[in-house]
């Protein structure tokens, strides 16, 4: 009976979660971000923190949207919690910073309490960075408790030791060429109707979605349709970021990972055309067989992602279906997009796009 509920309520339940789970705003995205970021600026604390670093030798890995559970069917982060823990161990040992960028628990659909018990081996590798002060973290709308519950001070010493404070926002700021380039990281669900603390939706999810959820094992948190669409939150974020002197927007909220302001589908299509400008049929035909894989024809990419700038970034997250998570990496002067997968019994490390930062410099500063 399981089985034949999951196969006819598949599809419904993830369309109605694609349309009433989000409902970003334009106007209020805007004002959100732009507000975020101006406290920030102006030394407010609570809302985060100015982090200057050197181009060369700065370090930083930014996951989002782990969304851990209690280890139930609803759990979407356990298939990933391997990939997790060794990506972990690798930057800890390399020397990074781990900005923890919002949704690390799944507060929505679980208590505090089962979380904790739950999830130890995870807490124990973030809470590594802590004495290096290495560690950042950043709520975002599925742990909205750890910005607005009184307890949530000790409920953090409880499982990293120590008092760990939270923020909105975080922004890195760094010298290319002698010109300061500012990389703003929040969760990005400003500015959101509903994530940005609807009750009712608090209500739907924690008494009624989860258990659902749970008894059909269906993972809301994964993009309900062809992740190689841009979301309109995306969009938005983009548009505000596209807007802004000298920076570079980093989120993660939608589960999508961007680079350069493109998906993965985009990027490819702009390859194509370059190619084609060049005359190289052989990597024409290359690409034209990946973008077919997809299932993607011609005329679903607006031109604009030829003109897009490259402002805006997309952690993706640690909760795919497959155990795979991505982030973004900083150092040695470059910005990356990152996968870690089980690849047999090896935990591998990809590097899915890259770009200098003295490029994205150059790049963003051009009207």
Same mark, same amino acid.
């Given at each position: 009976?399981?089985?034949?509920?999951?196969?006819?309520?598949?599809?419904?339940?993830?369309?109605?979660?694609?349309?009433?789970?989000?409902? &970003?705003?334009?106007?209020?995205?805007?004002?959100?971000?732009?507000?975020?970021?101006?406290?920030?600026?102006?030394?407010?604390?609570?809302?985060?923190?100015?982090? &200057?670093?050197?181009?060369?030798?700065?370090?930083?890995?930014?996951?989002?949207?782990?969304?851990?559970?209690?280890?139930?069917?609803?759990?979407?982060?356990?298939?990933?919690?391997?990939?997790?823990?060794?990506?972990?161990?690798?930057?800890?040992?390399?020397?990074?910073?781990?900005?923890?960028?919002?949704?690390?628990?799944?507060?929505?659909?679980?208590?505090?309490?089962?979380?904790?018990?739950?999830?130890?081996?995870?807490?124990?590798?973030?809470?590594?960075?802590?004495?290096?002060?290495?560690?950042?973290?950043?709520?975002?709308?599925?742990?909205?408790?750890?910005?607005?519950? $009184?307890?949530?001070?000790?409920?953090?010493?409880?499982?990293?030791?120590?008092?760990? &404070?939270?923020?909105?926002?975080?922004?890195?700021?760094?010298?290319?060429?002698?010109?300061?380039?500012?990389?703003?990281?929040?969760?990005?669900?400003?500015?959101?109707?509903?994530?940005?603390?609807?009750?009712?939706?608090?209500?739907?999810?924690?008494?009624?979605?989860?258990?659902?959820?749970?008894?059909?094992?269906?993972?809301?948190?994964? $993009?309900?349709?062809?992740?190689?669409?841009?979301?309109?939150?995306?969009?938005?974020?983009?548009?505000?970021?596209?807007?802004?002197?000298?920076?570079?927007?980093?989120?993660?909220?939608?589960?999508?990972?961007?680079?350069?302001?493109?998906?993965?589908?985009?990027?490819?299509?702009?390859?194509?055309?370059?190619?084609?400008?060049?005359?190289?049929?052989?990597?024409?035909?290359?690409?034209?067989?990946?973008?077919?894989?997809?299932?993607?024809?011609?005329?679903?990419?607006?031109?604009?992602?030829?003109?897009?700038?490259?402002?805006?970034?997309?952690?993706?997250?640690?909760?795919?279906?497959?155990?795979?998570?991505?982030?973004?990496? #900083?150092?040695?002067?470059?910005?990356?997009?990152?996968?870690?997968?089980?690849?047999?019994?090896?935990?591998?490390?990809?590097?899915?796009?890259?770009?200098?930062?003295?490029?994205?410099?150059?790049? #963003?500063?051009?009207?």
């Amino acid at each position: 009976m399981q089985q034949f509920l999951r196969r006819i309520l598949l599809k419904p339940v993830l369309r109605l979660s694609e349309r009433y789970s989000s409902k &970003p705003d334009r106007q209020r995205v805007f004002a959100a971000l732009s507000d975020l970021l101006s406290r920030i600026l102006n030394g407010e604390h609570k809302k985060g923190l100015v982090v &200057p670093f050197d181009i060369e030798t700065g370090k930083f890995i930014i996951f989002s949207d782990q969304h851990k559970g209690t280890r139930n069917g609803a759990d979407d982060f356990v298939t990933n919690e391997p990939a997790y823990l060794a990506a972990l161990g690798h930057y800890y040992n390399a020397g990074f910073h781990l900005i923890a960028l919002g949704d690390c628990e799944e507060l929505w659909e679980n208590t505090w309490l089962g979380v904790k018990g739950a999830q130890q081996p995870s807490f124990d590798k973030e809470k590594q960075f802590i004495p290096k002060n290495a560690f950042i973290k950043i709520f975002g709308n599925h742990d909205l408790m750890w910005d607005n519950d $009184p307890l949530a001070a000790v409920y953090l010493k409880s499982v990293y030791g120590e008092t760990v &404070p939270i923020y909105e926002g975080v922004v890195l700021q760094t010298m290319v060429g002698g010109k300061r380039i500012q990389v703003f990281c929040t969760h990005g669900h400003q500015g959101d109707e509903v994530s940005d603390g609807n009750w009712f939706s608090k209500f739907f999810v924690s008494k009624i979605w989860a258990p659902l959820q749970a008894y059909l094992k269906i993972n809301p948190n994964t $993009p309900a349709y062809d992740a190689n669409l841009k979301t309109a939150h995306n969009a938005m974020m983009y548009s505000w970021s596209a807007q802004q002197q000298d920076l570079l927007l980093i989120t993660g909220h939608t589960h999508q990972p961007l680079f350069e302001s493109l998906t993965h589908v985009e990027r490819l299509y702009r390859q194509l055309l370059f190619a084609r400008q060049q005359g190289d049929e052989s990597m024409a035909q290359t690409l034209q067989e990946e973008i077919l894989k997809r299932k993607f024809t011609y005329d679903k990419i607006s031109d604009d992602y030829l003109v897009l700038r490259p402002t805006y970034f997309n952690a993706g997250c640690c909760c795919f279906d497959g155990g795979e998570i991505t982030g973004i990496e #900083i150092s040695e002067g470059v910005l990356r997009l990152i996968e870690w997968r089980q690849q047999g019994t090896q935990i591998t490390r990809i590097v899915l796009e890259e770009a200098e930062l003295s490029e994205l410099a150059e790049a #963003i500063s051009k009207k």
